[in-house]
């Protein structure tokens, strides 16, 4: 089971820190993504994690602003998003996959519920 939780109301130009608590398996393994879904729109990939933390993936949107993280020991993945735009508004979602690391052509087979970020003016 993956929790996400940390999302809220921001400013344009804020920060927020995601965070996704594991439970009921280890997920140390895995590899962890996010996912965003804004109104009216397709979830879409974020960023993902391997296993190790050793490689980071981004979308273009998010690259440069946000970072993922994850503490192994904790069973926990974390997303730190600075310089929150409007287009940021969205449902985060985490995301763990035993295999691949997650991405918009590898969805991965474990999700959470997501946590809500709104982002205004």
């Known amino acids: 089971q993956l929790q996400a939780s940390g999302g809220g109301s921001v400013q344009a130009g804020g920060s927020l820190r995601l965070s996704c608590a594991a439970s009921g398996r280890t997920f140390g393994n895995y590899a962890m993504g996010w996912f965003r879904q804004a109104p009216g729109k397709e979830r879409e990939f974020v960023a993902a994690?391997?296993?190790?933390?050793?490689?980071?993936y981004y979308a273009d949107s998010v690259k440069g602003r946000f970072t993922i993280s994850r503490d192994n020991a904790k069973n926990t993945v974390y997303l730190q998003m600075n310089s929150l735009k409007l287009e940021d508004t969205a449902v985060y979602y985490c995301?763990?996959?035993?295999?691949?690391?997650?991405?918009?052509?590898?969805?991965?087979?474990?999700w959470g519920q997501g946590t809500l970020v709104t982002v205004s003016s």
């Open positions: 994690i391997t296993w190790s933390g050793g490689g980071t």
């Open positions: 995301a763990a996959d035993p295999g691949q690391v997650p991405s918009s052509r590898n969805l991965p087979r474990y």
